[in-house]
């Protein structure tokens, strides 16, 4: 069958990448597109060749006139629930791009919302596609390192206004500053909140899904005329040891182009060795008693079914599989706990424990 799949909101840039994977696809078929600034969709419909009647800018017409099997949603981080539980009643799977919510209590309505309608949901954190961090989940569970330790996670990059869809270069303005929601707090920006549940999402996967016992954050608002971070840095405690999670907008160069210093990715410490995973390598360096020097072992290139949210999330419709991994919903939940209780603590300037438990 031909998967109809609608993309509605474009708050988010990733929607036009999303429709290129379902363009691609030879299973899937873009339908619609709706949201309410037309403008937004322009480059999208010219991209993809979407006649006039595939776009919308009501997301109710759009969903009754196509009648997708799954929708794609890339509002701003603080209407995710909201969006949610708009679509979730007309009985479609949902890829929602990263982050899960803005927070615990939105990502928990976003869950109530699709129970019961027997339809999946799955959140896309784009560097669970890299072949590296693919390949040092692959070897933690084959036991190379032993018991994961400790997580260490530096990400960002220039800055979430200097691309756009397909990593296409800009160069923003204060005025484009002003106008984003990344730079608004009710909204749900900020480094910490566009960037934090990477880490802490791969780092849960990474760790078998432990949660942390407490969790300290710091960030730089203090220090800029912004009202949302753009360097954040969080320490959470597990009764294995500590992880770190760094996010900056503002690293020297955008990893995709050149890896930025620190380079971008993940350093796991295991009871029996440490692996390093750079975004965008090919590669992973494992350290072992055997090898105490290190050695590179190749990231190969993800197998198709698997390569990309759009074709994962069809691969585990096609053959009735729950999503599973970072995609997750119980994943990702865990990473949310983990995001809330570093902005409180941000917040209040204190160690806190893990929101969300009991």
Request: charged fraction near 25%; include cysteine.
């Amino acid at each position: 069958m031909k998967w109809r799949i609608a993309g509605i909101n474009f708050d988010h840039f990733h929607m036009g990448d999303l429709l290129r994977m379902v363009h691609e696809h030879p299973n899937a078929e873009i339908v619609g597109m709706a949201d309410e600034q037309p403008e937004r969709m322009v480059s999208a419909q010219v991209n993809f060749e979407l006649d006039g009647d595939q776009v919308f800018t009501d997301y109710r017409e759009c969903l009754e006139q196509t009648q997708p099997d799954i929708v794609i949603l890339c509002p701003a981080a603080a209407r995710h629930a909201e969006w949610t539980e708009k679509v979730a009643p007309f009985g479609v799977h949902i890829l929602m791009e990263k982050p899960f919510a803005s927070n615990l209590e939105g990502a928990d309505r976003m869950i109530a919302a699709m129970k019961g309608t027997g339809k999946q949901l799955a959140i896309n954190w784009p560097l669970a596609w890299h072949p590296s961090h693919a390949k040092t989940w692959s070897l933690i569970q084959d036991g190379l390192i032993g018991e994961v330790e400790e997580v260490h996670f530096y990400d960002g990059n220039r800055g979430p206004l200097w691309h756009g869809a397909d990593k296409i270069k800009r160069e923003p303005t204060d005025e484009d500053k002003d106008a984003s929601w990344f730079y608004k707090a009710s909204e749900g920006g900020g480094s910490l909140q566009d960037y934090l549940g990477y880490g802490t999402t791969l780092g849960t996967w990474f760790h078998g899904g432990k949660k942390p016992v407490e969790v300290m954050s710091m960030w730089d608002l203090d220090n800029n005329s912004l009202e949302v971070d753009e360097h954040s840095i969080t320490v959470a405690r597990y009764k294995s040891g500590i992880s770190k999670f760094e996010t900056r907008w503002g690293t020297f160069t955008d990893p995709w182009a050149h890896q930025a210093q620190p380079k971008c990715g993940f350093v796991i410490k295991g009871s029996k060795g440490t692996i390093s995973s750079g975004d965008y390598d090919d590669y992973v360096t494992v350290q072992v008693k055997e090898c105490l020097e290190g050695r590179r072992v190749d990231a190969p290139a993800l197998l198709p079914a698997r390569s990309n949210p759009v074709e994962y999330l069809i691969n585990c419709l096609e053959n009735e599989r729950e999503i599973e991994g970072p995609l997750s919903v119980g994943i990702s939940r865990v990473g949310q706990q983990i995001v809330d209780t570093a902005f409180e603590s941000a917040k209040q300037k204190r160690v806190l424990p893990l929101t969300g438990e009991g």
